[in-house]
């Protein structure tokens, strides 16, 4: 079985990758060099805002900074117009339509880590993890987190790779 790893994140931030084109994760640490090039499965941790911050003002920063990358409000969505896709229109998260918890939802490729990103996603002072090749899961699968890169068990790995591959 081939070992795949995950990364959890804040709820939210998960929501922004799969919805809003979030290509971009900020961490305080560099990811080992091993992982750089390599499929990491992205875990929607149990608690929108961690510790900092209550899910109102959690959520409320999400859109703050889609607006910084280009998207506006329009009622209860966030809507960009896209060359490639024409008006896109994305529903706000709230408490009648939370993020996705304890699951995995997407993968991606971990590109280059680099301090100096050109992303609107990308936080000053903080290492960006480019996230390439982005791939939605059609079905979260519902796993535990841990914190830092972690190794998902072989059967979620099989879960997981297997919607990506139904889903190409």
């Known amino acids: 079985m081939n070992r795949l790893y995950a990364l959890t994140l804040w709820p939210e931030w ?19 060099p091993a992982f750089v090039g390599r499929q990491v499965a992205l875990h929607a941790g149990m608690t929108i805002g961690g510790r900092d911050l209550d899910e109102a003002s959690a959520l409320r920063l999400v859109v703050e900074m889609a607006e910084l990358a280009g998207w506006r409000r329009a009622c209860h969505a966030l809507v960009r117009d896209d060359v490639r896709r ?18 995995v939802v997407a993968v991606a490729t971990l590109g280059e880590p680099t301090r100096t990103s ?3 996603w990308a936080v000053p002072g903080r290492w960006h993890w480019p996230l390439l090749e982005v791939r939605v899961l059609p079905r979260p ?24 591959r139904g889903a190409a």
């Open 118 to 120: 050109c992303s609107p």
């Open 14 to 32: 998960i929501w922004a990758i799969a919805h809003l084109g979030k290509d971009v994760e900020n961490r305080s640490w560099r990811p080992p």
């Open 86 to 103: 024409g008006r896109v229109e994305v529903p706000l998260p709230s408490a009648s339509c939370p993020p996705t918890r304890c699951a």
């Open 141 to 164: 699968v519902r796993v535990r987190g841990r914190q830092g890169l972690w190794a998902l068990a072989d059967a979620d790995v099989s879960e997981v790779l297997g919607q990506v």
